[in-house]
């Protein structure tokens, strides 16, 4: 199209160029008339406004235009023609070019190329909607027949689903729940951690009642200008009573939902202000028995404005909970139905090793599993493919080409049986499952991965200074073997603080404390209205040096603890790490069965060896 535009400006720059040599010089009224009494006016042609014709003179002849004297009489002039002998005719003129199209549609059409030019490279900027569409929402609408989503294709969130089906009988058969005068809750609101499921299980509850289902986040309501995610709002709801019964899932709402006021409100607060209220009005205006049934989702609850969440908005507040061992388990199973599993797979020992995973995170593994089989060239997916996969999701990429000297590789070893030791030591600790050396993602140089036999929701004192000891075994083996202390131990320090301190100021273990719990919550009201979603102290100096006391007779007492376990068990220590660096990676059941060797004496370290 450039190409054409600079065609056409260059084909009217050389018509302009070469119409000027044929175009008649223009002369003076008084000029045309000197000429005519002179007798050297040929012919003339007349027209409202000028008078065109041809002279005859001593260097030849010669085209010349004059523009008529408005007040001049025409039929003064026809005679002096007459006279000369001048041939003379009339012509009427037409403006239609030079007065319509070249004074209003030329530069009107100009004005409109330049508009559509600029606003189809604004269009590009904003990722190529129309400017004039600024106020359309962006929602999606899913195909049913497409893309449709049902309860058996989510796992593991047994009771979600069970608080959702009430929504679902409802948007199928209404007129059960309006005979008898109830009315269904107007929005649901999922929280969870990301990857729970909270957009799936959305979709599935569309899937289930067979209902269109509009789709949009949060972050598409805000735009650059003014008013807009207000109007994209008006937008969505109208589009949403035009297809209701209908479901409408807004995705991240935190985005626009976040606690209105404050002194700090300003610029991009005031825009979200105004999309949020015009998101409450929109809820608080349209009628619930038209069957407009609003899902919305966050992972975090704590910064929504309570409006959002009264009674008569956001009734109901689901939690998505990460999935138990059998949930995992089932979402396993869900994501396992298109890949080939080997014989040997056993899915429940899977879930067994990923306490904690989300569903996303477990359709991760399934994949990660998939795709080191094909790598190998394998027919089915493996049960060791699915081990490795677990592996490289918590602790990354193995990084079999980073070398290492050989006392930094005695360093690692030692540090990572101490771990595994002090696991098999503490009555509390959770069975180790895998010892390794070989370098993963970043900073990790070696790695104990422990596996808890069942899934824990409370933890006791015991258990938890146990799982300090354990932390600290590492740094404990370090001193014991070689009399010094690595930078090997920064990330285990870091977790034993964290856990300490928690242990003191929010579980209330400290004896010299007592059972209280030391901070502001997240969310709470401080002055002026303002929100705090940091922890704010609310003790004195003089708790706050108490609490860090605390905290350090926790840390090193169970520092002291672990180091006199382990040098107790020297032997074990050193006869493990030496196998551990020749193997590189042992399995929770070589371990244990090598603790239980070299506890006996049927086993010799490679000292005793010579």
Request: glycine share 10%.
């Amino acid at each position: 199209m450039y190409v054409v535009y600079g065609l056409l400006a260059l084909a009217i720059i050389l018509s302009i160029q070469f119409a000027n040599p044929f175009q008649p010089s223009e002369i003076s009224y008084s000029e045309f008339l000197g000429h005519l009494n002179a007798g050297e006016v040929k012919k003339v042609t007349i027209t409202e406004s000028r008078i065109e014709g041809t002279l005859q003179t001593a260097e030849g002849e010669k085209e010349f235009a004059t523009s008529r004297i408005p007040d001049t009489d025409i039929k003064d002039l026809l005679p002096k023609l007459e006279e000369q002998g001048v041939e003379f005719s009339g012509r009427v003129e037409n403006t239609f070019w030079r007065d319509f199209l070249l004074t209003w549609v030329l530069p009107l059409g100009l004005i409109a190329f330049i508009w559509f030019f600029i606003f189809r490279r604004v269009s590009r900027r904003i990722g190529g909607a129309s400017p004039m569409s600024f106020g359309q929402s962006k929602v999606k609408l899913y195909d049913r027949s497409v893309e449709r989503v049902t309860f058996n294709d989510v796992a593991g969130l047994d009771e979600a689903k069970e608080e959702l089906r009430e929504i679902i009988d409802f948007l199928r058969n209404p007129q059960k729940y309006r005979s008898i005068g109830a009315r269904i809750p107007k929005g649901v609101l999922l929280v969870g951690a990301p990857g729970t499921g909270k957009t799936l299980l959305a979709r599935a509850v569309a899937g289930e009642a067979d209902v269109p289902f509009f789709s949009i986040s949060g972050s598409q309501f805000m735009e650059m200008f003014v008013g807009v995610g207000a109007a994209r709002v008006r937008d969505l709801f109208e589009q949403a009573k035009a297809k209701a019964p209908c479901i409408v899932f807004i995705d991240e709402i935190d985005t626009i939902g976040k606690v209105r006021g404050g002194i700090m409100a300003s610029g991009g607060t005031e825009e979200r202000e105004q999309t949020l209220n015009q998101l409450l009005s929109e809820m608080d205006g349209f009628d619930p028995q038209t069957g407009v049934i609003i899902l919305a989702a966050t992972n975090r609850p704590e910064v929504l404005d309570s409006a959002i969440l009264r009674p008569g908005r956001f009734d109901r507040q689901i939690m998505i909970d990460r999935p138990d061992i059998k949930g995992r388990e089932e979402i396993l199973k869900v994501h396992a139905r298109r890949v080939k599993l080997a014989p040997d797979v056993d899915l429940k020992k899977i879930a067994a090793r990923t306490p904690g995973f989300a569903g996303a995170e477990l359709a991760n593994v399934v994949n990660e599993g998939a795709l080191l089989a094909a790598r190998k060239s394998k027919k089915e997916v493996e049960q060791e493919d699915f081990e490795a996969a677990i592996d490289r999701v918590i602790g990354g990429l193995e990084l079999k080409s980073r070398v290492m000297s050989e006392r930094e590789r005695r360093v690692v070893a030692f540090h990572e049986v101490g771990h595994a030791l002090a696991a098999s030591l503490m009555e509390h600790a959770d069975p180790v499952h895998r010892i390794t050396v070989i370098p993963r993602g970043i900073g990790s140089l070696g790695m104990t991965m422990q596996l808890p036999e069942e899934d824990r929701y409370i933890m006791t004192r015991p258990e938890l200074e146990d799982r300090l000891a354990v932390l600290l075994g590492g740094r404990a083996a370090e001193e014991i073997v070689f009399g010094e202390i690595s930078t090997g131990a920064q990330n285990d320090l870091e977790k034993a603080t964290i856990l300490a301190r928690k242990m003191v100021e929010d579980y209330g273990m400290s004896e010299r404390l007592g059972p209280i719990s030391l901070g502001l919550e997240r969310g709470a009201r401080l002055l002026l209205g303002e929100y705090s979603y940091g922890k704010e102290a609310n003790y004195s100096e003089a708790t706050a040096e108490l609490i860090d006391q605390e905290v350090k007779e926790l840390i090193t007492g169970n520092y002291r603890r672990v180091k006199t376990a382990l040098a107790e068990n020297g032997r074990v220590l050193e006869g493990i790490a030496e196998v551990l660096l020749e193997k590189e990676t042992l399995e929770g059941d070589a371990f244990r069965e090598l603790v239980e060797e070299f506890r006996s004496g049927e086993k010799a370290t490679l000292a005793e060896r010579g």
